[in-house]
T-cell receptor, first 114, second 113 residues
Framework: GENVEQHPSTLSVQEGDSAVIKCTYS??????FPWYKQELGKRPQLIID?????GEKKDQRIAVTLNKTAKHFSLHITETQPEDSAVYFC?????????????FGKGTRLSVIA | DGGITQSPKYLFRKEGQNVTLSCEQN?????MYWYRQDPGQGLRLIYY???????QKGDIAEGYSVSREKKESFPLTVTSAQKNPTAFYLC????????????FGNGTRLTVT
């Protein structure tokens, strides 16, 4: 079945610097890759997603890139701010597993130091 | 902050007791899910349901049970058979297809002693 590996598990950056979180997946049939942000004590919320028909998607300071050949996708946050501090989860769908729900990575705790 | 409501926020139980966590949504979503969140483990799927009166086991279903008698409601029972029940439980809902965004509830933190 699908396996999603996420790195790093923790990441600290200075305010204004960029942050990059990477995920790899195992199921070559996966075609939907969302990213969720979970602030401390709050629910996870979708921040950006990408489908396999594109290689990159941007939304203001956030971008996601996808390399289908290598089976990895990455979240890029530019000009980081303290409010970007949170746990970020990547996920992938698994069309070949009887159309079961998303499988998530283990999360990355991002700390933006002012 | 409406849409999907979990209650209670905190729940304490003695070992050996079954406990039911509530999840209600008013988003008219067909699909509902239960995830368990442990530190460093990400979100692991317990059970999911695509339609009323039907549900499927997820990756870690042992020791849990669910029902889906109404579209709006998907309660989770943590039974005494669950070896490590203390965790943060998240309910979510989405449109019927599995490449639609998940909408999460605020979660229930269950502590079993």
């Amino acid at each position: 079945g699908e396996n999603v590996e996420q790195h790093p598990s923790t990441l600290s950056v200075q305010e204004g610097d960029s942050a990059v979180i990477k995920c790899t997946y195992s199921d070559s049939a996966s075609n939907y890759f969302p990213w969720y942000k979970q602030e401390l004590g709050k629910r996870p919320q979708l921040i950006i997603d990408i489908r396999s028909n594109v290689g990159e998607k941007k939304d203001q300071r956030i971008a996601v890139t996808l390399n289908k050949t290598a089976k990895h996708f990455s979240l890029h946050i530019t000009e980081t701010q303290p409010e970007d501090s949170a746990v970020y989860f990547c996920a992938a769908n698994r069309p070949d597993s009887g159309n079961t729900p998303l499988v998530f990575g283990k999360g990355t705790r991002l700390s933006v130091i002012a | 902050d409406g849409g999907i409501t979990q209650s209670p926020k905190y729940l304490f139980r003695k070992e050996g007791q079954n406990v039911t966590l509530s999840c209600e949504q008013n988003l008219n979503h067909d699909a509902m899910y239960w995830y368990r969140q442990d530190p460093g483990q990400g979100l692991r799927l317990i059970y999911y349901s695509q339609i009323v009166n039907d549900f499927q086991k997820g990756d870690i279903a042992e020791g849990y049970s669910v029902s889906r008698e109404k579209k709006e409601s998907f309660p989770l029972t943590v039974t005494s058979a669950q070896k490590n029940p203390t965790a943060f439980y998240l309910c979510a809902s989405s449109m019927a297809d599995y490449d639609s965004p998940l909408h999460f509830g605020n979660g229930t933190r269950l502590t079993v002693t």
